[in-house]
C-alpha cells in the first residue's frame, strides 16, 4: 500500500522530453540492471536481437540507433531484475501472507527462478522439479471427464511458436476452450471488422504514417501505452498534419511531447503540440460524435458538394443508403448530449476529415471496452468508407494493440472460435480431428469455474484473475479448480489465487537466450501492423532451471496425451520445425516461413483490404447499421456516472511499477478517482474526499470499492475514471460485448457513497 498521502501536482511539461530520461534511468538503477540493462537495450528492436517486451506497436524499421521509449524500457528492466524469488522466499511466506501483500510488492520481489508447486499442509510453494510437475498435469488432464473441463489461456507475449504448439495440443487434446487476454481488449477488432471489411486486423503499416493527412486518435492513451507512437506524431505534427484526439481525459503527450529521441528537442527543451483539435468526449460518447461527423458529410453531399467518394462506394461497397437514412434521422441536439461535444467542435472534425485525401483513424481500449464496442468500430469503417480511405496510402484502421504478441497469437491459433476451414488443415497437416464446437473466451471461462464445469486452469503467461471482472466472484471460481498452472515470469496474484493442487512453472523470457540441443533458437512476434519478426534474446535466463515455453508446451502435451502421434518432442529443440508446421496450416500468409524469416525486416502478413479485396461473405466492404447513439445500456439513475477503468504511466496491465502517474500528476496512490469538480460539488464533496464507488446493476449483487480520493480533474460532466485491477470488483462478469465477449470496462454505471 501506498504510505504518503496522495499528492497531485498539475503536470504542465510537455509529456516524454527530460522527464521520460530521467525516469527512464531512475528504473534501470532501482532494478540494478544498468549494465546489464542497456546492454540489453542496445538488443532491444534491432536486427538480430529481441521484440520490445511491452506493447504491439511496430519498431521504426530501425531509423534509430536506439528504438526505446520510457515505457519500453520499464518492462525490460522488470524482466532483467536482478531480484529473485527463490525457495528460500517461499519457505518464508505462507500463500496466505503473500495474499496480503500488494500487487507491486509482488512484482518486486523478481523473477521466479524454480518450477514450484502448492503445499496444502504449510500453505506455501515448495521446489517441485520439472518431470513431477508436467506428470500432475498429465494427471489432472487424463482424468477430466470431458476436455472441455479444462480452460487454456493465453497472455499475448507469447510467442507464436508456443502459441502455435499450444493451439494444437489444445486441439488434440479435444476442446476450443481459449480463454485469451486480447477477449478483454481488442476482441470487438477480432469480432466487429470481419463483417465490415473481412479482416479483423488494421490494415495500415508504419508507411502510411508517412502519407496520411488527417490522424485520429480515439480512446488511446499514446504517449503511455505506445509511446514509440508519439514519433509518428510528432512527424506527422511536424508536415502540418492535423490530428485529432478524442479522449474524455486531457491525456499528456496527446497535447504536448518532446521526443527523448530527438536531440534538438531535447536540447532545447523544446516541444511539439500534438492535437490540433482535442475533443473532450464523454465516456461512451463517441457514436455519437462518429454520427454527428457523417451526418456533416451527408448534409454536404445533399447540398451538391462533392465530399463523398461515390466512386470507391459503387465500385466496394454495399449499404450506404440505409446507414445515410439512419444517420441523417439524429437530431444534432442528442448527438451534442450524448456525445457532450459541441456542434461546433464536431463540425470542425468534420471538415478536417473532409479535408484530407487520406485518413487513418487509431484507436484502443477507449472504443472496445464498452457494451457494443464491436458495433461501434464497424461505425469507424463507415467513416472511413464514406471517403475511401482504404487500399490508399496513409489511410486506413489502425487498431492500437495492447501486449507485443497479441495479435500474433490469434493469428497462429489461439481462438475459441476457430474457423472450420483452419480447422480442416490443423486435421489435415497433424492428422486428428479437431473439436468443432466453439469453446470459452474469458467471461465464459469464469461463469465455468464459478458453476463447476471447468477443473483445471492452465495460464500461458498473464495473471488471468487480476485482469478478469468482478474480482471477488472470479477469485472464489478460481479457488474452486482441482488444478491451475502458471507459465511465468513473475509472481502476481494469479499464482496465489489457486486451485486445490497448483504449479508455478518459471519461464526464459523475451531478452533471454534460449539454447536448446540443437543450438540457439528465436522466436517469431507479429505487431500491430502484420509485421512478423525474428526475436532473440541477448541476456542469460534469470536461473538455470527455466525452461522456455515451447518446451513447457510440448512437455504438457506430451504428458497430457502419451499416445499422440505429434512429434511433440521434435519440436523442443529446433524451433524452424514449429515454423514449418505454421507454414502448412497456413500456407497463404506464412508459406516458406522458415526462409522468409531470416530477412532482417521480417515479413509483412497480407491484409487484403490494403489490396481493395474485401474477403466478405459478398466479397464487398459493408456499410453497417448500428441505430441510435448510445454504445452502453442507458441506467436511469440521476446519480449515476460512468467510470472508465485505466491504465497509469507506471504499470504494464495487472503490473504495477509504481504509484505514481506522472503525466497526469498522481503521486504515491493509486486509489484515486478522477472526477469533474462540477460532480464533485454536486454531491457535496471536497477535493480530496475520501468514497466509496458502488456498481449500479441489477443483479442483486453489490458491488463497492471503498477508501478512493476524489481527484479534481478535467474529466467531461457525468465521467469518471480510476485505476485498472484496483477497480475491476466493480465491473460485473455479465457485463460485456456480447459479439465480442469483451468486458466493458470503461463504462461501468456507478454511484458514489460517502465514505
Ligand atoms: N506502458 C504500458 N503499455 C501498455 C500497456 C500497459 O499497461 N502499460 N498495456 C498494453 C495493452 S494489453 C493494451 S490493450 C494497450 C492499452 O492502451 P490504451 O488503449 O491506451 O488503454 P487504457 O489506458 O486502458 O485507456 C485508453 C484511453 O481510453 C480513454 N477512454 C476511456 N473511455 C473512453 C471513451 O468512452 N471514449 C474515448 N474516446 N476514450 C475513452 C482513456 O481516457 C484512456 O486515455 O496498451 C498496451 N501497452
Ligand atoms: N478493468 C479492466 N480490466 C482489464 C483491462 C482494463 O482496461 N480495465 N484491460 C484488459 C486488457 S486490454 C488485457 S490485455 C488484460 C491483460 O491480462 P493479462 O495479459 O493476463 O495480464 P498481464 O498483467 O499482462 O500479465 C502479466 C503477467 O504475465 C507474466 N509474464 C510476463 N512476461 C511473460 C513471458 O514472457 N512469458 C510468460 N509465460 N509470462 C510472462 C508475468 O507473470 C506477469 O505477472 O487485462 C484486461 N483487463
Ligand atoms: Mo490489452
Redesign the pocket.
Known sequence: MANTTPRFKTYNHPAGGWGAAAATAKILLEQSVVTKGSRALLAMNQPGGFKC?SCAFPDAECKKALDFCENGAKALAF?ATRFRVTPEFFEKHTVSELMEQSDHWL?MQGRLTEPMRYDAASDRYVPCDWESAFALIGQHLRALKSPHEAEFYT????PNEAAFLYSIFVREFGTNNFPD??N??HEPTSRGLPPSIGVGKGTVIMEDFDHAEAIFVIGQNTGTNSPRMMSNLVEARKRGVPIVAVNPMPERALVRFADPQDMIQMATFGSTKIASEFVHIRIGGDLAMLKGIMKVIFEREARGEKVIDQEFIREHTVGLDTIRDEVMSQSWADIVEVSGLEEAQIRRCAEIYIRSRATMICYG?GLT?HQEGSRLLQQVVNLLLLRGNFGKPGAGISPIR??SN?QGDRTVGVDEKPAQDYLDRVRDVFGFEPPREHGHHAVETVAAMQDGTAKVFIG?????V????DTDRSYAAMRKLDLTV???????RGHLVHGRDALMLP?I??SEVIRTKVGEQFVTIEDSMSNVTASRGVLAPASPHLLP?VEIVCRIAHAALPNSKTRWKNYIDDYDLIRDKIAEVYPEIYSNFSERIKNPKGLHLDVPPRRLVWPTPNGKANFLLFPGLEVNAPVSDPAMLRLA???SHDQ????VYSYNDRYRGVYNDRMVLFMNAYDRAARGLEDGSRIALETISNDGVQRRVSGLTVLDYPMPRGSVAGY??E??PL?PLEYYDKISGT?A??SIPVRVIAA
Open positions: 517486451p524482466e512484482e497472455s499475448g507475449r507469447t487476454c486480447s478483454m481488449c481500449m471496452q495492447g501486449h497479441v500461458l503467461g498473464g495473471n488471468f487480476r485482469a478478469v471482472p502458471a507459465i511465468t515470469t513473475k509472481l502476481n519461464v523470457s523475451r515455453e477503468t485505466v491504465r504494464f496491465n495487472t503490473t485498472y485491477p477497480l475491476n465491473l468486458p470496462a470503461k
